[in-house]
Nanobody, 114 residues
Framework: QVQLVESGGGLVQAGGSLRLSCAAS????????MGWYRQAPGQQRVLVAT???????YYADSVKGRFTISRDNAKNTVYLQMDSLKPDDTAVYYC????????WGQGTQVTVSS
């Protein structure tokens, strides 16, 4: 089982940037795909971006061209660089394995003001 700790969220104005980090315990990180997910108030958790162990990436249409997912296998960490943020990006952001989910971490709150 992988333990996941997200960090880097905060309050930012529209158009601003944030960089989220997800530290994972366990050696399985280097052989697992990883993903970032988000859950806005009153909505279901949705997939935002994924990265394979080889570095291939996928982005939801809503964030394509604005968000960048990356990983550092040596540090067991996956990142989400978020640029040109919009109020609609406001949510709690989580990381997890992809496609086979593990237990969820606490998430990190991102709030974008207009």
């Amino acid at each position: 089982q992988v333990q996941l700790v997200e960090s880097g969220g905060g309050l930012v104005q529209a158009g601003g940037s944030l960089r989220l980090s997800c530290a994972a315990s366990g050696s399985i990180f280097s052989i697992s795909g990883m993903g970032w997910y988000r859950q806005a108030p009153g909505q279901q958790r949705v997939l935002v971006a994924t990265i394979t162990r080889g570095g291939n990436t996928y982005y939801a249409d809503s964030v394509k061209g604005r968000f960048t997912i990356s990983r550092d296998n040596a540090k067991n960490t996956v990142y989400l660089q978020m640029d040109s943020l919009k109020p609609d990006d406001t949510a709690v952001y989580y990381c997890n394995k992809y496609p086979n989910l593990d237990s969820w971490g606490q998430g990190t709150q991102v709030t974008v003001s207009s």
